[in-house]
């Protein structure tokens, strides 16, 4: 049965990590749009489906665009920082939603620095070398695997499915159903 409990927060906490990232990081777009002036006509956040934000006119798109994958980043460390010691299974799943944050977004702006994908083509657009793209993507990564390093042992966690307990399976489950849900019920139709 402790199999069967860790295979459940394994997913759920990567699929809860993936939507909350994808909610962040569109929340920088937004309010980085609402800073500079920006009119948001629509954030797309499906569990389906990659994020975006759309905004129109957008007179600084270099800022709504950095806003993303920098508030991406910063909220979850801000959160992270937040959470007291004392609550140390709500602290190790901040630490790797954490760290998720920060290597999905540090991955995607460096690899797509390459290919100029998604918010990649709009900072090459607007001016911002291959190499800060790149160097941003760098710093991110080593951050998050860092935090994820402060977690333990990947193999420890994998020989000893003991260390994921009913309770923490059932409610990073439940969390991942709320945001599903929450995410079918606001897309934009």
Excluded at 39 to 46: F, M
Excluded at 80 to 98: G, M, Q, S, Y
Aim: charged share 10%.
């Amino acid at each position: 049965m402790y199999r069967f409990h860790q295979a459940v927060f394994s997913l759920s906490i990567l699929g809860s990590s993936w939507l909350l990232m994808m909610a962040v990081h569109e929340l920088g777009h937004a309010a980085g749009a609402a800073v500079t002036g920006g009119r948001i006509e629509r954030v797309v956040l499906h569990p389906l489906t990659i994020s975006r934000t759309d905004v129109s006119p957008n007179p600084q798109p270099g800022i709504v665009v950095w806003s993303g994958p920098i508030v991406g980043c910063l909220i979850p460390l801000v959160v992270l920082f937040l959470v007291p010691r004392r609550l140390a299974a709500i602290k190790n799943t901040a630490r790797f939603f954490t760290g998720f944050c920060l290597v999905a977004n540090g991955a995607y702006i460096a690899c797509g620095s390459f290919d100029r994908v998604g918010d990649c083509s709009e900072m090459a657009r607007t001016g911002t070398p291959t190499w800060t793209m790149i160097a941003f993507g760098a710093v991110a990564i080593s951050g998050g695997l860092c935090l994820w390093h402060r977690l333990g042992s990947i193999h420890r966690f994998i020989k000893d499915p003991s260390l994921a307990s009913p309770r923490m399976a059932y409610a990073t489950f439940a969390a991942l159903g709320v945001l599903v849900v929450a995410e079918l019920l606001l897309s934009p139709r």
